[in-house]
Structures are given as structure tokens and as C-alpha cells.
């Protein structure tokens, strides 16, 4: 495996709302921020105008409470906060208002600060949080769900999965057997990290079916001589491997699809036309 570059990257999501408090975190040198969003009343009736806004009763502004680093090394961005989470968290109340996580198990992937599985807990019967047992990740996903105890409806779930390592113990094998919908978000910066995420939901789209997962993602541009334009690298190597590599077995089919972004917006960000959302099912033959 080839090292990754000792970068310091910094979210956009930082420059363009103020979501800091001044509320003293944790951990010495992170900060802790207030991610807004809109609360609707599960219900089976819930209607959306022409506008594709929400035609409900009021909704209740909640925030999620994520104490976090506002930059770090290339290896450690689950430790920050990116869009991609608010996409997805988008998805997931909109999926969650219709009825289609309840009763279900959620296993997130990668799930970095905990935001996408916070969301999930709202609606699902259990939520699976996992991450790379490095840079203390883990022991943040834990605090942060802590700070947003009360959000948390569902049986709820810290464990440690690595990409670079698919034999899993039987411990989380069994929550992997077990998990009817699996989510990501923002899991695409490394070509090595995306082989190896790729290479993970094979096999874990491939063990019992039938599964679906949502990935979220933001296209990350970079203008390269090599072709005189901005390219999405690591995009591109992630369509090429989910090409070229996702496949059924004997026992299993797949489908995969980009979803359009026509989902409502229930978090404060900036739905940047570089998002996009990819939904993969696996089902029995």
C-alpha cells in the first residue's frame, strides 16, 4: 500500500456557516459545532408541495452537537465534518419520514464523527457505527453520541472496520450478516482507501442478501497537466473499481444507480452540484 500524502486538509463546510460554539470540547485542540437541521414528525401521510418543500406541519429545528478537528492530516479526515454527511443525513430523514428504515439494522461505514448514524438512530431498530480504529475515532464517535443522546431512538452500536481488512471477527461478521441497509459518506480521497472500500461492500453486499447501500459523495476537482482540465481522480478510480469490480455471486444480484438529488434539504449547508448520492442493492437469485 502506498503511503498517503502527509497533507493538512480544512472542510469547506467551515467557510461557509458558522457552526462553532464556544462551548469548551473534550479533547484538547478540537472544537465543538452546532449542525442545524430540520426535525419532521414521522408520518405516513407526509406530502411535499410543487417546490419539493415540505407540505407538513412545522418542523422542529434540531442541532446535532459534533465535537471535532478543524483540520487535520489526510490519514484523519473522519475526524472533520464534510458535506457529504449532510447529503446523506438529507437522504436518511427523507427515507426515514417515509417509513423505510423503520424496523431495519443500519451498519455506516467510515462513519467518522457519527453524524450519518446520529440521523439514522432517529428511525432505524439498530444503528452499527464503524470506523478505522486510528487517530481515536472511535473513542470521538462515542463522545459525540453522548452529546446527542437524545437523538438516539435505536439500539446503537460502536465498532471498529478497517477497508485494508476484510476478515472481520465474528462479532461483527454476525452485525454485518445481520445489517438490511448500509450507508458512507464521504469515504473517497485515497485511491488505495477506495480499493479497499470497494473490495468491503463487495463482500458485505454479498453476505445475505438482499442489502442496499447509499453512498454520498462530493466530486473533488483538481486540474492536472496530464489532461489540461479539472479531473475528479479519485471519483473517476471509484467508477472504474465499482465497474469493473462489483459483481453478484451464484447466490446474489446486483443493481446499481445514481439517485437524483430531489430529496428535501433538512440540514444548513450548501448542496453543491459535486454531490451526488449512489444506491447498490444486492438481492438473492
Excluded at 167 to 189: C, F, R
Amino acid at each position: 500500500m502506498q503511503q498517503m500524502p502527509d497533507l493538512t486538509v480544512s472542510s469547506e463546510i467551515y467557510e461557509e456557516y458558522d457552526y462553532q460554539t464556544k462551548i469548551s470540547p473534550t479533547n484538547k485542540g478540537n472544537v465543538i459545532s452546532e449542525f442545524p437541521f430540520l426535525l419532521v414528525n414521522h408520518r405516513n401521510d407526509v406530502k411535499f408541495d410543487e417546490d419539493n418543500d415540505l407540505d407538513v406541519d412545522r418542523p422542529k429545528k434540531e442541532v446535532i452537537k459534533i465535537e471535532h478537528s478543524a483540520k487535520t492530516k489526510l490519514a484523519l479526515v473522519g475526524l472533520q465534518v464534510w458535506r457529504g454527511a449532510f447529503l446523506l443525513g438529507d437522504l436518511l430523514i427523507h427515507l426515514g419520514i417515509k417509513g423505510e428504515l423503520t424496523g431495519k439494522s443500519v451498519l455506516e461505514l467510515g462513519a467518522g464523527t457519527g453524524i450519518s448514524s446520529f440521523v439514522t438512530a432517529l428511525y432505524a431498530k439498530n444503528v452499527v457505527c464503524t470506523d478505522i480504529n486510528v487517530g481515536g475515532i472511535l473513542e470521538l464517535i462515542k463522545l459525540n453520541a453522548n452529546y446527542n443522546s437524545k437523538l438516539i431512538k435505536s439500539q446503537f452500536k460502536v465498532m471498529p472496520l478497517d477497508f485494508m481488512d476484510t476478515n472481520w471477527n465474528q462479532e461483527l461478521s454476525n452485525e454485518i450478516k445481520d445489517a438490511d441497509i448500509i450507508i458512507a459518506a464521504d469515504v473517497i480521497y485515497d485511491d488505495d482507501v477506495t480499493a479497499g472500500f470497494i473490495r468491503t461492500i463487495e463482500k458485505i453486499m454479498n453476505t445475505n442478501p438482499p442489502k442496499t447501500l447509499y453512498v454520498a459523495l462530493e466530486k473533488r476537482y483538481v486540474f492536472t497537466i496530464e489532461h489540461m482540465d479539472s479531473v475528479a481522480p479519485c471519483y473517476e478510480t471509484f467508477l472504474t473499481l465499482l465497474h469493473k469490480d462489483i459483481t453478484g455471486t451464484a447466490s446474489s444480484t446486483w443493481s446499481v444507480e445514481q439517485l437524483p438529488l430531489d430529496f428535501p434539504k433538512y440540514f444548513t449547508y450548501d448542496r453543491v452540484k459535486e454531490l451526488v448520492v449512489w444506491k447498490m442493492t444486492s438481492r438473492p437469485n
